[in-house]
């Protein structure tokens, strides 16, 4: 049973920064292609940053050129580097694999004010 706890967010105005940090237990992580997610009030939860085990990675259009995924393997974690936030990238973000294998975490909430 992998178990992911994420930190880092917190309440920030447009234009500001937040890196959020997921750590997981559990073995395997290495091989995975791991994900941040994220779930604003009344929508679906979306795939927003992923990055595979060997370090290429993909993004949300809507965070192109602001957001940036990476991992260290060796500390089973993955991060988020987010800048020039907007108010639309208010959610609560998760972190999982990239097709959500695993158990969700508690999240971390990031809110943007305009």
């Given at each position: ?13 447009a234009g500001?920064?937040?890196?959020l940090?997921?750590?997981a ?53 993955v ?7 907007k108010?639309?990238?208010?959610a ?23």
């Amino acid at each position: 049973q992998v178990r992911l706890v994420e930190s880092g967010g917190g309440l920030v105005q447009a234009g500001g920064s937040l890196r959020l940090s997921c750590v997981a237990s559990g073995s395997f992580f290495s091989i995975y292609a791991m994900g941040w997610h994220r779930q604003a009030p009344g929508k679906e939860r979306e795939l927003v940053a992923e990055i595979t085990r060997g370090g290429s990675t993909n993004y949300l259009d809507s965070v192109k050129g602001r957001f940036t995924i990476s991992r260290d393997n060796n500390k089973k974690a993955v991060y988020l580097q987010m800048n020039s936030l907007k108010p639309e990238d208010t959610a609560v973000y998760y972190c999982n694999t990239k097709s959500g294998l695993w158990g969700w975490g508690q999240g971390t909430q990031v809110t943007v004010s305009s």
